[in-house]
């Protein structure tokens, strides 16, 4: 099983400490964490090898769609960026999924199975990331929402 690179963008360190430890929990991957402290910061630490993101809405300089629909612009749309925020009004969800290009949306507090659960569709049997268009997953995972 190869690491996952994943990228955690909070402004809060406590919060990005959660969701590392949240996601070194799960069975179904390992991860290797690189973390930003806002957008801007997320923008300068982007790279080839990040395979995905978890973001949260509310930072100072950028708002977390704003940051996901930067990371879509520059032609990453198979990258899975997951929301993770206290934002919970059907309309931010809407958003983040199509103003953003979110992929998932994970409120907060949150727990690892709740993490896993959102997560899982984008990892495969042996730990690696399954990249998938964007679109289609967003599509998907909104629908599931309005008829859950």
């Known amino acids: 099983m190869s690491k996952i690179k994943a990228l955690v963008v909070d402004d809060s360190k406590i919060m990005r ?3 590392k430890r949240a996601l070194d929990q799960l069975l179904i991957a ?5 973390e930003a402290m806002d957008g801007e910061d997320a923008l300068e630490k ?13 930072m100072p300089k950028m708002t977390g769609v704003e940051l996901a ?8 749309a198979d990258i899975p960026i997951i929301m993770v925020t206290a934002e919970k009004s059907m309309g931010k969800v ?7 290009g979110a992929n998932e949306y994970i409120t ?11 997560i899982s569709r984008y990892i495969d049997d042996e ?3 399954i990249k998938q268009e964007a679109e ?5 995972f909104f629908s599931s929402i309005l008829n859950a």
């Open 17 to 19: 400490s959660q969701v």
């Open 30 to 34: 390992d991860f290797e964490f690189e």
């Open 46 to 58: 982007f790279n080839d090898d990040i395979q995905m993101l978890f973001v949260d809405w509310n």
């Open 69 to 76: 629909r930067a990371i879509r612009d520059k032609g990453y």
């Open 94 to 100: 809407d958003k983040a999924l199509n103003e953003g």
């Open 108 to 118: 907060k507090p949150f727990t690892a199975d709740k993490m896993s659960k959102a």
């Open 127 to 129: 730990g690696n990331i």
């Open 136 to 140: 289609e997953e967003k599509k998907s």
